[in-house]
């Protein structure tokens, strides 16, 4: 093992110019591939607990590893990301291109644009909650009562009244206030609701390119040509009319403006 990665490291400095790394240090072939190649250590160590509070001190530490492993998808599905990745999809497929953009270029843009949506959501949560707790003048249970309170607005401002009763319904709640219902009912509501509302736009953007499609398979047909795939044909004029109506900036703008 460590003659292959010092052989590595010497092919590397030969590429660059440089004298051998074996020369560098004065040091004959034979004798370099015998030095060790320093490697750190990481040691972990698990020992009896001496007193209660460190074994509820290792509980919590083992809770809040576990929530921050699923934070991501917490995070996408109570932010803007869900409605814009479905429109997103939708919009390519729409296009008829399932390689371009890449998936990852449509991701990006959808973790970037739900940055932009959600900046004044986080700044209060940063200033009622964050800021607070770091300055040790709040508890851990207050800041997330506080950091819900943000949040919990956003989702009801965008769910529909609808989802909203179905599971206020399901949950048995009694003559419910918006703002004190718990996330457990709010979240489920807003998740149905952005797909309803994801759909709804996707569907708006997906007809103009299936009547392209359409108008070409029948002019196809009328003419004869029954083995010329009509996507060859729709597709130029599909990507055309999407770059004279400057696309791309009227999707943003009205995602953007969907969440105003």
């Known amino acids: 093992m460590n003659r292959t990665m010092f052989i590595l490291a010497a092919a590397v400095g030969l590429a660059a110019g440089d004298s051998p790394l074996w020369a560098l240090g004065g040091l004959s ?15 972990l160590t698990i020992g009896e607990p001496e007193s209660p509070a460190e074994v509820v001190s290792s509980v919590r530490l083992l ?6 492993s699923l934070l991501p998808a917490f995070l996408v599905m109570v932010t803007s990301f869900t409605r814009i990745v479905v429109v ?22 959808a973790l970037f644009l739900t940055v932009f949506i959600m900046a004044p959501v986080y700044a209060q949560v940063n200033e009622q909650a964050i800021e607070p707790f770091l300055r040790g003048e709040i508890d851990q249970v207050e800041a997330q009562e506080r950091a819900a309170g943000p949040l ?4 009801l401002r965008h769910t529909r009244e609808k989802d909203l009763d179905l599971f206020v319904r399901m949950a048995e709640i009694e003559n419910p206030v918006p ?14 609701s952005e797909l309803k509302t994801a759909f709804t736009m996707g569907f708006m953007l997906y007809l103009p390119f299936l009547i392209i499609d359409m108008v070409v398979a029948s002019i196809l047909l009328s003419m004869g040509m029954f083995m010329l795939p009509p996507v060859m044909i729709s597709l130029p004029f ?11 900036y009227l999707v943003v703008r009205s995602l953007v403006e969907s969440f105003a």
């Open 29 to 43: 072939p034979s004798a370099a591939w015998a030095q060790p190649v320093p490697i750190p250590s990481i040691e």
């Open 63 to 68: 809770l809040f590893l576990t929530v921050i």
């Open 88 to 109: 997103l999809a939708f919009l390519r497929a729409g296009l008829g291109i399932y390689q371009a953009p890449p998936g990852s270029v449509l991701i990006g843009l």
């Open 152 to 155: 919990r607005e956003f989702m």
């Open 179 to 192: 703002n004190e219902l718990p996330l457990t009912v709010v979240i489920p509501a807003f998740i149905i």
């Open 238 to 248: 599909k990507l055309l009319l999407f770059v004279l109506v400057d696309g791309w």
